[in-house]
């Protein structure tokens, strides 16, 4: 179809894109997510191609979702999330369009797809929930528009400055003009922005020359970042038409500015203009020039003014700030070695400027409404300064201080962040020079995590070690005492955060110290992530510090842990890791456990990347206890998430067997060991690990198969066995809210289905590791199984002490095998029927063979005749369908197993009971299974073992018999006791 008719097939992937939109499906699930970021994909991909069609099609759903009625907060949600979804959709299929697009789509962009976009960006209302988010996709959406549609975009604004001139109302619509704002513009498209407002200015009303002015001043930076060649070129070879078109604004705004109200605004604007002319600012620097210069030296000397608090007016101090931080922002775009006179300017006024943005004493404020951008400004001045002097670092000092305002932690954190985080040109420091306070900022982190913590109710971990001394523990209480809200100290830990994530180096820096105190301080600062894992409440949180710690578990930062003894330390404080996030793991009681399942697998393949790195010691400081009890978590962290309803966790947890595996093979290869004496049950776990390639699988069939290689686990294991008993107890409390709260979800249902599954294949290994002398002992006959009719077993062999789990197990199965819960009973009664008898682990054959022939033996033990009710006919009937399934599905190791227990006597007194049930329809289907039944014993009889076959083979005969001919006669309860042993 995409090749006959690309139109039509277009249309149809745009068709499906618009019905799985949120709005349109509900709410998302994985599939959901996956289906929709695929349609994303293909419409991106085709729109290299079909470029008009594809904007067409996103253009018009846009428009039909803006206009759809919603009621609820559901719907709100779905219809933001759509929304988001269509504009990045949009912007990246802008992003890539061909250079050679026609202009007839241009104008269909103009048309159509702009006042969409414009739609966002000028019904932003602030607070309004959502609408910060969409405004950026939109504007992102706009920028993208005007890379290669820069005319039409330009052309909007151009003719609504134009309208603007002639305008008589005193309240204008600046919409257009804020377009300036978020368009993508090189050197050449400032100009022409800049020769439009030099022509316009004058004739427009003052809220029209706020608007220009403000905008402009955004649109110089979209070009410094996204061009930052272009300016710096500026200083290399100064451009005269674009130091005219500034000099010529920054008079006509100096004109405008008559009062300080309006110096205010325009302040940060000129210094702007200012830059922008390098000769007017080299010749203002070595005070030449002449008349026509005055009004620019007058400005510097009133920033100056201003800056150093001697104006009298707040609103100019405040605005030189901005004006003088844009200043040392715009240096940092130069380097020195072109124009170093401008760096003289910034020297000449950035003690003030430091002195009036970090003074502890008397925080910089610009009011309530402006904490925000006042925190922007300190880290923009913050980084500016750092650039331009990394070595001028007393507003540093300042920051760490404990003494200091909240703001100024959080300040120096972010700012932090961002020297490391965006470095693109070649003469900015690296955050080298700020290694020496790793101590303090571990020291914040602990305080700020604590507080944090705290806030949040939760009861702190125990300590990964108890490294700190007495003075160290209080030294570091006496630090960063509350002073803050519970916000701010949110929002300073996840700075912090990511401050890990982006250089781990900068926390692990400890010099001169020695090696046990460096391996203490790792260990306290990544348990304090690990802390911050599991929060429910805060998906934010827990995700950064998932990836910071992956960032720290990288086998170059691995080895900072503790540069004198890396292996050992690696053993200890990954371990601990492992322990505690496994430990909350296997509680199933976080929302995201299976993104944290998935990052886990990213830990394990981190680990063997150092272990293999370090193969030839890989093996040093393994043996610790914490490294055999983080293995004992894993395991039943791993085996408790095959019983997940999420398949996708199932095929997570199995291919996390395989890092297990690989960890085995480097350990075994140092020492030349069997692989087998570090992980006993190594084949089933690369089996496992090979099945978590079946993505198309459905739930069900992967839970089949997960369970029979749950019965091929030969070995018990402290895993193993911890996981069987975690599930069981589970597994009751889910039992008895299934029976109590029949009005389950689907999903507990599903847990519950898997859970007893897992229990019935896994089982066996549990008896493994229970056994003990009183359960007797079975010895196979000798010979070919042809020959194994006549062996003997004492009945009791199987008997096992009546408190274990595995009996409570069994014999809660047996009670719900004749459940009859009104709402519930009959899918329970299916599932138990299913699962016994396909899933059950043939070592737990004898035991419930025991179990069940004790249980059918009750009806026989009363005086008299024997008892029909419901309830022992549906036990019969079970027991019949078990027994059927179990003999005929020839599980793997059946064989070996079937005969340890005799069920002659079970058998028997099934044919008793059934034979005196009549003939109603129902009777006689009970008959014919249990016919049937026979019929698979006798295939199977080789792998049983009988007392006395042949009298058994007799009784069963004749019984059978009666029923042929019609005959129900009821023969004394010796008839059977004599063929086997009690």
Not at 504 to 515: D, E
Not at 972 to 978: M, N, Q, S, T
């Amino acid at each position: 179809m995409a090749a006959h008719k690309p139109v039509e097939w277009v249309q149809a992937i745009i068709i499906r894109f618009d019905e799985q939109l949120p709005i349109k499906t509900g709410q998302q699930n994985t599939h959901t997510k996956v289906s929709t970021e695929h349609n994303k994909e293909c419409l991106i991909n085709i729109s290299k191609y079909k470029f008009a069609l594809v904007i067409n099609g996103l253009t018009n759903i846009l428009k039909n979702v803006n206009n759809m009625r919603i009621f609820g907060e559901a719907a709100e949600k779905n219809l933001y999330l759509s929304q988001l979804i269509i504009l990045d959709t949009l912007e990246k299929c802008l992003a890539g369009q061909p250079k050679d697009c026609l202009r007839l789509d241009e104008a269909m962009l103009v048309k159509q797809l702009l006042p969409e976009i414009c739609h966002f960006l000028h019904s932003y209302r602030e607070g309004q929930q959502h609408a910060a988010q969409l405004r950026s996709s939109a504007s992102a959406v706009l920028f993208s528009l005007s890379c290669n549609n820069f005319n039409a975009v330009f052309s909007r604004i151009s003719t609504r400055l134009q309208e603007l001139t002639v305008c008589t109302e005193d309240t204008v619509d600046v919409h257009d003009i804020e377009l300036i704002q978020y368009i993508n513009v090189d050197c050449s498209k400032l100009k022409r922005l800049l020769q439009e407002t030099v022509l316009k200015f004058k004739s427009l009303k003052k809220p029209a020359q706020l608007a220009v002015i403000s905008s402009l001043e955004k649109a110089f930076w979209n070009w410094v970042e996204h061009y930052p060649d272009e300016f710096t070129m500026l200083y290399q070879r100064p451009q005269a038409d674009m130091a005219d078109c500034a000099e010529k604004l920054f008079d006509l705004v100096d004109s405008f500015a008559e009062s300080a109200k309006r110096k205010a605004a325009v302040w940060p604007l000129q210094i702007i203009l200012l830059i922008l002319c390098p000769e007017i600012t080299q010749s203002i620097t070595k005070e030449v020039g002449g008349e026509e210069k005055a009004n620019k030296k007058s400005f510097v000397d009133s920033l100056r003014k201003a800056l150093g608090q001697h104006s009298g007016s707040r609103q100019l101090t405040e605005s030189a700030a901005v004006a003088c931080v844009k200043l040392c922002k715009a240096c940092t775009y130069i380097n020195w070695e072109d124009n170093s006179v401008i760096f003289l300017l910034v020297q000449s006024i950035v003690m003030d400027l430091k002195g009036l943005l970090f003074n502890p004493t008397k925080p910089f404020s610009r009011g309530a409404g402006c904490q925000s951008a006042d925190v922007d400004l300190m880290i923009d001045c913050f980084v500016s300064c750092y650039r331009v002097n990394p070595r001028n670092n007393q507003h540093f000092k300042v920051c760490l201080a404990s003494t200091s305002p909240p703001t100024f932690h959080f300040v120096l954190v972010n700012s932090l962040h961002k020297i490391i985080t965006n470095s693109h040109l070649d003469w900015w420091p690296k955050i080298d020079a700020i290694y020496c306070y790793s101590g303090e900022l571990r020291t914040m982190f602990a305080d700020t995590l604590g507080r944090v913590v705290q806030s949040l109710g939760a009861h702190p971990p125990l300590r990964m070690t108890s490294s700190l001394t007495f003075k160290e523990k209080m030294t570091t209480s006496l630090k960063f005492k509350e002073k803050s809200t519970d916000l701010d100290s949110r929002s300073l830990l996840l700075a912090l955060v990511k401050l890990i994530h982006a250089d781990p180096k900068l926390m692990l820096h400890n010099p001169g110290k020695p090696g046990q105190e460096i391996q203490n301080s790792t260990a306290e600062l990544i348990k304090g992530l690990v802390q911050l894992v599991p929060l429910n409440h805060s998906a934010e949180f827990s995700q950064e510090a998932m990836e910071a710690l992956l960032v720290l578990h990288q086998p170059e930062t691995i080895e900072l842990w503790n540069p004198d003894a890396p292996i050992e330390t690696f053993w200890d404080i990954s371990s601990q890791v492992l322990f505690l996030i496994c430990k909350k793991l296997i509680g199933h009681q976080m929302i995201n456990s299976t993104e944290i399942l998935k990052w886990l697998r990213e830990i394990l393949l981190c680990r063997n990347k150092f272990l293999l790195k370090n193969k030839e010691c890989a093996t040093q400081g393994s043996l610790i206890l914490i490294s055999k009890q983080a293995q004992t978590k894993l395991e039943v962290c791993l085996y408790t998430f095959l019983w997940s309803p999420d398949a996708e966790a199932v095929l997570v947890a199995m291919s996390c067997f395989r890092h297990l595996c690989e960890e085995a093979d480097i350990r075994c290869s140092v020492d030349e060991l069997p692989v087998h004496t570090v992980l006993s049950n190594y084949n089933t776990f690369m089996e496992l690990a090979s099945v978590s390639n079946m993505m198309a699988t459905g739930r069900n069939t992967l839970q089949k198969r997960v369970m029979a290689l749950l019965r091929r686990i030969k070995h018990p294991t402290a895993g193993n066995v911890e996981a069987w008993e975690d599930t069981h107890a589970k597994w009751e409390q889910a039992t008895k809210h299934i029976l109590n709260h029949p009005k389950n979800k689907v999903e507990d249902g599903q847990e519950w289905i898997n859970m007893t599954g897992f229990l019935c294949a896994l089982g066996g290994v549990c008896l493994q590791q229970r056994s003990t002398p009183s359960l007797g002992t079975y010895s196979p006959p000798m010979g070919p199984l042809t020959e194994r009719k006549g062996s003997m077993i004492s009945m009791g062999s199987c008997e096992v002490n009546s408190e274990t789990s595995l009996n409570r197990f069994l014999d809660r199965l047996l009670g719900l095998m004749v459940c009859t819960h009104e709402k519930v009973g009959v899918q329970i009664r299916t599932n138990i029927k299913d699962l016994v008898g396909l899933e059950l682990s043939p070592a737990l054959y004898p035991m419930l063979f025991t179990k069940l022939r004790n249980s059918i033996g009750r009806f026989f033990e009363t005086q008299g005749p024997v008892p029909i009710t419901d309830t022992n006919t549906l036990f019969v009937e079970q027991t019949i369908a078990i027994m059927k399934n179990l003999l005929d599905s020839h599980t793997e190791g059946s064989s070996e197993h079937l005969g340890q227990a005799s069920i002659e006597t079970m058998m028997l007194n099934l044919v008793r009971y059934v034979r005196i049930l009549g003939n109603v329809v129902h009777a006689i289907q009970i008959k014919t299974k249990l016919c049937q039944l026979v019929e698979v014993m006798m295939e199977r009889r080789d792998d049983l073992s009988f007392c006395q076959e042949m009298k058994f083979r007799n009784k069963m005969v004749e019984y059978l018999t009666d029923w042929v001919m019609g005959i129900s006669n009821q023969a004394a309860d010796d008839d059977v006791k004599c063929l086997t042993r009690e």
